[in-house]
Every structure is written in structure tokens, then in C-alpha cells.
């Protein structure tokens, strides 16, 4: 089987809501059947997946993209990265080490190290994310693999993230993802040639991770502090535009520690448009779980960093001169905002400005944004080219999601835009 013909664009992102002209999606493979009752917990699923139905619904939401801009896929990259030997090497033995079966030196002389770079690379690809099975499993342990699954790629926002011109390699903050940010770091790095930070090369325990990181102007972070993202990972991007911009914003958002549904800033709050955003209501007014949960400003002047405690999201952004229009997930009822909630109702993906996409199942949510003017449209429609979203200056793309939010997560949260224009 011949490896992908597939060209790199360049890395700039200076908005979320710039028209998206590249993104980076993993298609979800094998690795997510690859999951009991007994692992589930560990590879940070709440529930088994089923993958007709998953593929089915990924195939619409990942169609519609097609039809919009250059869309990349982490397999087909890896299989070309996969033909030097350097790289093979690199991701073969830390992958390997990572997963803590032998050490660097015993790999080396090691039989399934011999084994996986004997591989071709579209079968070394498949075994780098779906996992390398023991020669014996007793039938009742939790742990199956040698090389374990990647069983979260398909979340391809969260393990690097692109700031403008250069991509942010994050640390993850459970290992069962830590190998996803070698996988990325290859990609950025060797295929698209990409200028990379690592936020994990500055402090060994600062975290970051995708979901939390809105690059909102070319001046401005927006970024959610919790259990995926913390103090010293954000220290370090404050730190890193200090000492490279006069002026520079990042605005807070302190998030719970559980449960799963906050694990990151865009599961409560998402930009639709440059004038208006998605937004879970009691992050808005500090209610509930979001009781006194800090919203922070920090401002970036001359090298000389500061810190300033806002109301809230909003209220922050207004101090930057940027007054936007929350649109409330799941609508007025309360009890409805938290089920929608809970599967990624607040988790949209922009495909330009007030252009937008995400599950159809959040109904209070959609009917929302038909409510604020926005033209509602099919996956279904545009995929089968009966709807062409050009033809619309605003609108949202529901597509169908039944299995894909039980994984954890929205349209946001499976996209790693690589470049928008403006």
C-alpha cells in the first residue's frame, strides 16, 4: 500500500474565527473499540464507544469540513514521516519507553523494536495510535498492550496548539495522552516545518493543553485554568510574550475540577464570531459550580507582566475593547443549559467569522443561534452537495451526534485549525 501524495500549507492562526483555509483531524481508527468497562476510566472515556455509529457521524462532521478547506489527516502525515529512518527511530523507541516496557538502551537490541521498525509505515502508523497487543492476555486485567492505544487522537486540539506563526507542543496532563504530543511534535515540526514552543522543556510541570488555549486576536489569549491547563503552563506563555511583545493580553478563566464536562475553556465557552460568542450561563454569573471561580486579566506592558481580577469572561474582553454578544447554550432554562451542556452544547468550532459548526442534538442550543439570525444547515445537505455553505454569509452546521459527545467532546475539541486568514 502507497503512502499519501499530500503538500504542507504554512502555520498561521491569529484568530478563532478567521476563515479556515487548513485543519488537522484524525479520523477515529480501531483504537477506540480498543476499550472495556475496565479501561475506560483510565484512558479518560466515562463510557465504551460505538464505532458504526462514531464513524458514521465522524464521516459527516469531517465532510463538511472537506467541502471547506484543506483538510490533513494525522495518519496520512505520520505514514510520510514514517519513509526516515531518523523519525521512525525517534517515535518507535519513545514510544516504547514512554510506555515504560524496556529501557532506551535494552530497545535497542530489543526483538519488537526490530519488529515495529520492520513495519511498512502505513502499518507502523497504525501500530504508533491503535496500539500493540501482548503476545498473552489473561482475559480479566485492564492492560492488554505493550504499546497502548491513542485512544483520544481523534481530539486533535488538545495535544498542540497553533499561536499564530508557531505551534505549541502542550503537556498533557494524564499519561495516557502524553505520547499524542510526540506524534504532533513530528508532524510540526518535520512535515510542516513549523517553528515549535514546548511548554514542557521551560518547567517539567507546567501543563497545557488545546481545549483551553483560544487564540482570540493577534493580540489577545483567552485561556481556561483547571485540571488539563495550570498556573505555570500559562506563566509560561505569559513569560514568552513578554520578553517578545510590547503590549499582549491573556484573559483567565478558572474552571472546576470536575466533573468531565469542564475539563477544558471551550466545553463553556466558544467564539462564533468576532461580535459574538458561545457561553454556559453560570460561568457568566459565577453560579453553581462556577462560584467563586477568579476570571483574570492579565496585561503584558513593556516586559513588565501584571494581573488584574475581572467579573467575568466578558467583562474582561470589554477591558481589551472588545464588546461581544453572549449567546446562552441551552438556551433560558437552567435545567436545560446543564444537559446540554454536558454533551458539548457550548462546544463550537468556527469556520469563519460567525460561520460555525456543531452537534444537532443540543436543540435549545440550536434554536438559540436560529433565534440570533443564524441560517441553520445540514451536514447531511452540504456533504450530498445539495447546500452550499457558501451561499451564506451566517450560519451553524449541525450535524448528528449521539456517540461522538459521549467520548467527551464537540466540533472545537476535534479540529487543530493550522491556518485561517485574517
Given at each position: 500500500?502507497?503512502?499519501?501524495?499530500?503538500?504542507?500549507?504554512?502555520?498561521?492562526?491569529?484568530?478563532?474565527?478567521?476563515?479556515?483555509?487548513?485543519?488537522?483531524?484524525?479520523?477515529?481508527?480501531?483504537?477506540?473499540?480498543?476499550?472495556?468497562p475496565?479501561?475506560?476510566?483510565?484512558?479518560?472515556?466515562?463510557?465504551?464507544?460505538?464505532?458504526?455509529?462514531?464513524?458514521?457521524?465522524?464521516?459527516?462532521?469531517?465532510?463538511?469540513?472537506?467541502?471547506?478547506?484543506?483538510?490533513?489527516?494525522?495518519?496520512?502525515?505520520?505514514?510520510?514521516?514514517?519513509?526516515?529512518?531518523?523519525?521512525?527511530?525517534?517515535?518507535?523507541i519513545?514510544?516504547?519507553?514512554?510506555?515504560?516496557?524496556?529501557?532506551?538502551?535494552?530497545?535497542?537490541?530489543?526483538?519488537?523494536?526490530?519488529?515495529?521498525?520492520?513495519?511498512?509505515?502505513?502499518?507502523?502508523?497504525?501500530?504508533?495510535?491503535?496500539?500493540?497487543?501482548?503476545?498473552?492476555?489473561?482475559?480479566?486485567?485492564?492492560?492488554?498492550?505493550?504499546?497502548?492505544?491513542?485512544?483520544?487522537?481523534?481530539?486533535?486540539?488538545?495535544?498542540?496548539?497553533?499561536?499564530?506563526?508557531?505551534?505549541?507542543?502542550?503537556?498533557?496532563?494524564?499519561?495516557?495522552?502524553?505520547?499524542?504530543?510526540?506524534?504532533?511534535?513530528?508532524?510540526f515540526?518535520?512535515?510542516?516545518?513549523?517553528?515549535?514552543?514546548?511548554?514542557?522543556?521551560?518547567?517539567?510541570?507546567?501543563?497545557?493543553?488545546?481545549?483551553?488555549?483560544?487564540?482570540?486576536?493577534?493580540?489577545?489569549?483567552?485561556?481556561?485554568e483547571?485540571?488539563?491547563?495550570?498556573?505555570?503552563?500559562?506563566?509560561?506563555?505569559?513569560?514568552?510574550?513578554?520578553?517578545?511583545?510590547?503590549?499582549?493580553?491573556?484573559?483567565?478563566?478558572?474552571?472546576?475540577?470536575?466533573?468531565?464536562?469542564?475539563?477544558?475553556?471551550?466545553?463553556?465557552?466558544?467564539?462564533?464570531?468576532?461580535?459574538?460568542?458561545?457561553?454556559?450561563?453560570?460561568?457568566?454569573?459565577?453560579?453553581g459550580?462556577f462560584?467563586?471561580?477568579?476570571?483574570?486579566?492579565?496585561?503584558?506592558?513593556n516586559?513588565?507582566?501584571?494581573?488584574?481580577?475581572?467579573?467575568n469572561?466578558l467583562?474582561?474582553?470589554?477591558?481589551?475593547?472588545?464588546?461581544?454578544?453572549?449567546?446562552?447554550?441551552?438556551?433560558?432554562?437552567?435545567?436545560?443549559?446543564?444537559?446540554?451542556?454536558?454533551?458539548?452544547?457550548?462546544?463550537?468550532?468556527?469556520?469563519?467569522?460567525?460561520?460555525?459548526?456543531?452537534?444537532?442534538?443540543?436543540?435549545?442550543?440550536?434554536?438559540?443561534?436560529?433565534?440570533?439570525?443564524?441560517?441553520?444547515?445540514?451536514?447531511?445537505?452540504?456533504?450530498?452537495?445539495?447546500?452550499?455553505?457558501?451561499?451564506?454569509?451566517?450560519?451553524?452546521?449541525?450535524?448528528?451526534?449521539?456517540?461522538?459527545?459521549?467520548a467527551?467532546?464537540?466540533?472545537?475539541?476535534?479540529?487543530?485549525?493550522?491556518?485561517?486568514?485574517?
Open positions: 500500500m502507497s503512502t499519501p501524495n499530500i503538500t504542507p500549507c504554512k502555520v498561521n492562526v491569529a484568530s478563532e474565527t478567521g476563515r479556515l483555509r487548513a485543519v488537522l483531524l484524525r479520523r477515529p481508527g480501531i483504537e477506540i473499540e480498543r476499550m472495556t475496565l479501561n475506560a476510566a483510565q484512558a479518560l472515556y466515562s463510557d465504551i464507544l460505538d464505532k458504526p455509529t462514531v464513524d458514521n457521524e465522524y464521516g459527516l462532521f469531517s465532510g463538511v469540513l472537506e467541502r471547506w478547506c484543506t483538510v490533513y489527516h494525522v495518519q496520512d502525515i505520520l505514514e510520510v514521516l514514517l519513509k526516515d529512518n531518523n523519525i521512525r527511530q525517534h517515535l518507535v519513545e514510544s516504547l519507553r514512554h510506555d515504560r516496557r524496556t529501557s532506551q538502551q535494552q530497545q535497542l537490541n530489543d526483538g519488537l523494536t526490530d519488529y515495529l521498525m520492520g513495519l511498512d509505515c502505513v502499518q507502523l502508523a497504525r501500530v504508533l495510535i491503535e496500539g500493540y497487543e501482548k503476545d498473552f492476555w489473561d482475559g480479566f486485567s485492564d492492560d492488554r498492550y505493550l504499546l497502548k492505544p491513542l485512544y483520544n487522537l481523534l481530539f486533535t486540539r488538545d495535544a498542540s496548539s497553533t499561536i499564530y506563526d508557531r505551534v505549541l507542543i502542550n503537556s498533557m496532563s494524564f499519561e495516557v495522552r502524553e505520547r499524542e504530543s510526540m506524534i504532533y511534535e513530528a508532524i515540526r518535520h512535515f510542516f516545518g513549523a517553528e515549535i514552543l514546548n511548554v514542557s522543556s521551560w518547567n517539567p510541570l507546567a501543563r497545557t493543553e488545546g481545549g483551553d488555549i483560544h487564540v482570540a486576536s493577534p493580540d489577545l489569549l483567552c485561556i481556561g483547571g485540571i488539563r491547563t495550570n498556573a505555570k503552563g500559562i506563566d509560561y506563555l505569559a513569560q514568552k510574550f513578554a520578553h517578545e511583545r510590547d503590549h499582549f493580553n491573556i484573559l483567565v478563566q478558572e474552571m472546576p475540577m470536575e466533573p468531565d464536562s469542564f475539563i477544558h475553556l471551550d466545553m463553556v465557552f466558544t467564539f462564533l464570531s468576532q461580535h459574538e460568542c458561545m457561553v454556559f450561563e453560570p460561568m457568566l454569573k459565577k453560579q459550580i462560584a467563586n471561580k477568579a476570571t483574570t486579566l492579565i496585561q503584558i506592558d516586559g513588565k507582566i501584571t494581573y488584574h481580577q475581572v467579573g469572561i467583562n474582561g474582553l470589554r477591558q481589551v475593547g472588545w464588546d461581544i454578544k453572549p449567546i446562552i447554550c441551552g438556551g433560558s432554562d437552567s435545567w436545560v443549559q446543564l444537559r446540554e451542556q454536558w454533551h458539548s452544547g457550548a462546544n463550537f468550532f468556527a469556520l469563519g467569522d460567525g460561520q460555525v459548526m456543531g452537534y444537532r442534538r443540543n436543540t435549545h442550543t440550536i434554536d438559540a443561534l436560529d433565534n440570533a439570525g443564524y441560517s441553520i444547515l445540514n451536514a447531511e445537505d452540504i456533504v450530498d452537495g445539495n447546500v452550499d455553505m457558501n451561499d451564506y454569509e451566517k450560519f451553524v452546521v449541525a450535524f448528528a451526534g449521539s456517540e461522538l459527545p459521549r467527551g467532546g464537540g466540533a472545537r475539541c476535534m479540529t487543530m485549525p493550522i491556518l485561517r486568514e485574517g
